[in-house]
């Protein structure tokens, strides 16, 4: 694993021991009822720091609002405007994502230091392949991973300058390769916590695989504290993704579903009873493995190791668990029968 400096991000501490799940606002940042209750609605689907953009003085506004009916940490996204991130701090913000290369001179960025020091705030340098400095780009002829690094460092060594020192980082680019190159990079000039994504990865579909490659490949090399799947999509679509993918690596809670791909030994309706079974698990937060097997010769034996599972049979089937057969029921009782022994456990 590797060695990471702690940063705390509200009541959370960025370590590398729980890798933490974002995601961001996207209602308009003049709707502050509307961005409230999109808060609320991704804290209750598993999102444990949420970011909002914080375009101009107007929507400061959302900070408390927010805050008073959330209980995770809330980011300010902020742009080039230092008195924004001053702004922010005020108002309560658990977390300032700036680039303090593009905020003006030192007094400026020294006056958000500051301010962030007194309050416990920390910053996140946010670098991202389509809006690098001009010099890099003149000096790599593109957004490759050098590049994303060393606008990245940068960065950091403007706050350490100011002896600042809780910085968080993102390199994000919406090429898989880049992205996973530069982070790796990275992981080794500094201990930093690092914050993944693979930036304007594209609609649900390309957009978690995307996502699964770029993230989880870093995760298994121990690379990452705080990840986002970016989707063109509503938010809490990319909390349920994040949270699979952890799920993927051994690094996530709550059910994770075995299912085969089903073949022509398959007597039952084995792809709707999976959806099924994966849409009513997906917010409980037991940490359990459920198969879904499309027949008693190979579903038992090769489910073995799941806490509950069901095999199909010729309009029947079986519930089993730990690779052991319970009972068996119609093929019309089986979603209910599967989720009444779910909740035994």
């Known amino acids: 694993m590797r060695n990471v400096t702690p940063v705390k991000v509200g009541n959370l501490t960025l370590d590398g021991k729980h890798i933490y799940i974002q995601s961001m606002l996207n209602v308009p940042s003049t709707d502050i009822e509307g961005s409230v209750a999109q808060a609320v609605s991704l804290e209750k689907a598993g999102c444990?720091?949420?970011?909002?953009?914080?375009?101009?003085?107007?929507?400061?506004?959302?900070?408390?609002?927010i805050k008073e009916k959330i209980n995770i940490p809330l980011v300010a996204d902020i742009h080039f405007?230092?008195?924004?991130?001053?702004?922010a701090a005020d108002a309560g913000i658990d977390k300032i994502r700036i680039n303090p290369?593009?905020?003006?001179?030192?007094?400026?960025?020294?006056?958000?230091?500051?301010?962030?020091?007194?309050?416990?705030?920390?910053?996140?340098?946010?670098?991202?392949?389509?809006?690098?400095?001009?010099?890099?780009?003149?000096?790599?002829g593109s957004p490759c991973a050098d590049a994303l690094v060393e606008s990245a460092m940068g960065h950091v060594r403007i706050l350490e300058q100011c002896d600042f020192g809780d910085i968080i980082i993102s390199l994000?680019?919406?090429?898989?390769n880049i992205m996973v190159e530069a982070y790796r990079k990275l992981s080794q000039l500094c201990s930093y916590p690092l914050h993944l994504g693979v930036t304007e990865a594209g609609t649900e579909r390309m957009g978690i695989i995307k996502s699964s490659i770029g993230i989880g490949s870093l995760l298994v090399d121990g690379i990452g504290e705080t990840i986002r799947v970016s989707l063109?999509?509503?938010?809490?679509k990319e909390i349920y993704a994040a949270k699979d993918i952890l799920k993927a690596i051994g690094r996530g809670s709550g059910v994770q579903i075995v299912s085969c791909p089903t073949c022509g030994r398959t007597?039952?309706?084995?792809?709707?009873?999976?959806?099924?079974?994966?849409e009513l698990t997906k917010d409980i937060h037991k940490d359990i493995k459920v198969a879904v097997m499309g027949c008693v010769v190979n579903g038992i034996g090769e489910a073995g190791e799941a806490d509950i599972g069901i095999a199909g049979g010729d309009g029947k089937a079986v519930i089993f668990a730990h690779g052991e057969k319970l009972f068996t029921v119609s093929e019309d009782k089986a979603l209910q029968a599967l989720m009444d022994e779910i909740e035994k456990l």
Do not use: F
């Not at 405007?81 to 702004?87: F, H, R, S, V």
């Open 48 to 65: 444990e720091i949420v970011r909002a953009a914080i375009p101009n003085m107007e929507a400061v506004a959302l900070i408390p609002a």
């Open 81 to 87: 405007d230092y008195k924004l991130a001053l702004a």
């Open 101 to 140: 290369g593009n905020i003006g001179d030192m007094q400026k960025v020294r006056a958000v230091v500051k301010k962030c020091t007194e309050k416990h705030i920390p910053i996140r340098i946010g670098v991202n392949g389509g809006s690098l400095e001009k010099e890099l780009l003149a000096k790599y």
């Open 172 to 176: 994000k680019s919406s090429n898989v």
């Open 232 to 236: 063109t999509d509503s938010p809490e």
């Open 267 to 278: 007597r039952i309706d084995l792809i709707g009873l999976a959806k099924q079974v994966e």
